[in-house]
């Protein structure tokens, strides 16, 4: 890394990085702020402490106790509807398709089931689905999160998911995100354990020696698309890293405050990548809009009302169980105590009641408190889709008296309403998440494909089998399943309208919809051997019994038995041992 001018490099990546962060500032941090103390409390630290306090510690707002967990449980509950239904790990929820294919499509579809394995091997070890949770959960209360998806020598691939209010983000003229600007406070040990001491100034690598644990540096890294060929004489860092064409994006660490005079200009690591790591899906975005709009934002009104009816039931039961009195000022130089295990001190010859008796004649009751609350919390489980999602597990689960159909449409209605928030999942976050770890598995040599393989697939796709996905191809099943049945009712009438039906077609459809794996469905060269061969076999047996009908025939007279006709061949044949 010498012969470079880091400082040139850190100081444009700085000020890349503190204009997005001065975006997101400006625009998102107080929102999102007030959002996350109502929605996600643990989400609140990256947006409201300082850098240097922001590690990996649970943090917890003094200032604001949540009286109820509600919203929070209904955030969780949409987190793990989302994880389950669309991308769940104990089942595969994606596939890959050869497009394009040269050669025999059957071969590349077993070929697709060995890609399809192994991708879902890197991503068990990846840690993606435990990084897929939180990022749901940020989804829905923020409108936005961020994976990183790098590569890792032992596991393959690593996927990450960025603490809100840690990082800001950058679009390009189409709207994706293409640059992440991230903040993070690291001690002596864990910047030196992560980057080396190449590139560490001389008072961490001071601090490492000592062994100290407290103090703590802050760290910034900026993500963002690298210039390649012709376009690099228009990227200065870009020139300057001199990273390969194959590079696509770049990464650069620095540590601040560091000084032009420090080893590698403050520079601590500067690496590129073949695929874009950046996975950063939005809800709600509009057009030119960096960061999507939470449900939590939707939902903040009634939180806080949730919150508040909580406070005023609580305070409610505290006058029931130890109403305010009002005692005769005769007590006030005496005292007066009430109250559980309280005694009370009365002048004789005096009535109790005249003297002390509760400020209501009725006491107050929390049962308006309770719907309103009750009221404000349903209105939050149906901004974070738990209706739709407890209508789905409880029809799959518990169908109860109704019908399979019956079923099937209920289900198949709750999961369309999620289908424009699914869509956009499928743009923004599961294409560009199986693509890179599919590659990196690849390029690792992970995916067990044959030399074969490659060269028998130019291209491939990823079909989405989740329930979610399913769901749509339900339907698709449903209508087949709707003609073909009018068909053969109609055909009892007209039984050449079947001619309308290519089954084959029908079969690869059922197939398709249903994601049955290529390894079990013969190939079409098989299958077009197994007919020629079943009409062959056909053929000789319509033969056989034509000559048999002949020969009984010939047996009666009913045919001619001279030499010149067929009946008489037969019947010398017969009278030759079989040989006519």
Not at 420 to 436: C, F, W, Y
Request: charged fraction near 30%.
């Amino acid at each position: 890394m010498a012969g470079r001018n880091w400082a040139n490099v850190r100081r444009r990546a700085a000020k890349t990085a503190k204009r997005l962060f001065e975006d997101f500032d400006g625009k998102r941090r107080q929102i999102l702020t007030d959002v996350c103390r109502e929605f996600y409390p643990l989400g609140v630290a990256g947006l409201v402490k300082t850098t240097e306090d922001v590690a990996d510690e649970c943090w917890y707002d003094e200032e604001h106790r949540l009286l109820t967990c509600q919203p929070l449980v209904a955030v969780r509950n949409g987190a793990c509807g989302f994880k389950s239904h669309l991308t769940p790990n104990a089942g595969g929820w994606f596939k890959f398709k050869p497009v394009g294919a040269d050669g025999d499509a059957a071969v590349d579809g077993e070929a697709m089931d060995r890609l399809t394995t192994a991708v879902e091997r890197a991503f068990d070890r990846s840690r993606a689905y435990d990084s897929l949770y939180k990022l749901y959960e940020h989804l829905l209360v923020a409108g936005f999160g961020c994976l990183l998806v790098t590569r890792h020598p032992r596991d393959v691939v690593r996927v990450r998911t960025l603490r809100l209010g840690t990082y800001a983000m950058g679009v390009d003229g189409e709207g994706d995100v293409v640059r992440v600007a991230r903040r993070f406070s690291w001690t002596a040990d864990q910047i030196l354990g992560s980057f080396g001491a190449d590139g560490a100034p001389e008072r961490v690598r001071d601090a490492a020696r000592k062994g100290d644990l407290q103090t703590r540096w802050t760290v910034w890294n900026l993500v963002e698309p690298n210039a390649t060929g012709d376009m690099r004489a228009y990227d200065e860092t870009a020139r300057e890293l001199a990273l390969d064409d194959s590079m696509v994006y770049r990464s650069v660490y620095w540590i601040e405050g560091a000084r032009d005079d420090d080893p590698q200009g403050g520079v601590l690591d500067a690496s590129g990548f073949t695929v874009k790591p950046i996975v950063a899906p939005r809800l709600d975005r509009e057009l030119g809009d960096v960061y999507g709009r939470g449900r939590g934002i939707d939902a903040l009104c009634a939180a806080r009302g949730a919150q508040s009816f909580q406070y005023d039931i609580l305070g409610v039961s505290g006058i029931r169980g130890k109403p305010p009195l009002v005692v005769s000022s005769e007590f006030k130089d005496d005292g007066f105590r009430a109250g559980r295990g309280g005694i009370n001190y009365v002048r004789f010859g005096e009535q109790r009641g005249a003297l002390a008796y509760p400020v209501f004649a009725q006491l107050p009751d929390t049962a308006d408190l309770r719907v309103n609350r009750q009221d404000a919390e349903q209105q939050i489980s149906e901004l974070f889709f738990n209706s739709s999602f407890a209508t789905i597990d409880a029809l799959k689960n518990n169908p109860g008296v109704k019908t399979a159909t019956e079923v099937d449409n209920l289900v198949r209605e709750n999961m369309e309403r999620l289908a424009p928030i699914v869509m956009n999942l499928e743009r923004e976050l599961l294409d560009p998440l199986v693509t890179a770890v599919a590659r990196y598995a690849v390029a690792a040599g992970f995916a067990p494909l044959t030399k074969e393989d490659v060269e028998a697939i130019s291209d491939v796709e990823v079909e989405y089998v989740s329930r979610l996905h399913m769901a749509a191809h339900a339907r698709r099943v449903s209508d087949i399943d709707a003609w073909t049945a009018r068909l053969g009712q109609l055909a009892a009438l007209k039984p050449e309208v079947l001619d309308k039906v290519d089954a084959d077609a029908v079969a690869d459809e059922y197939a398709e919809m249903l994601g049955v794996p290529a390894s079990v469905r013969a190939k079409d060269a098989d299958v077009a051997a197994i007919r020629q061969e079943r009409e062959r076999q056909a053929q000789m047996q319509q033969q056989a019994a034509a000559m048999q009908q002949m020969g009984e025939l010939a047996k009666i007279g009913s045919v001619p038995t001279d030499g010149e006709h067929l009946g008489g061949m037969l019947k010398d044949a017969q009278e030759n041992g079989g040989e006519a």
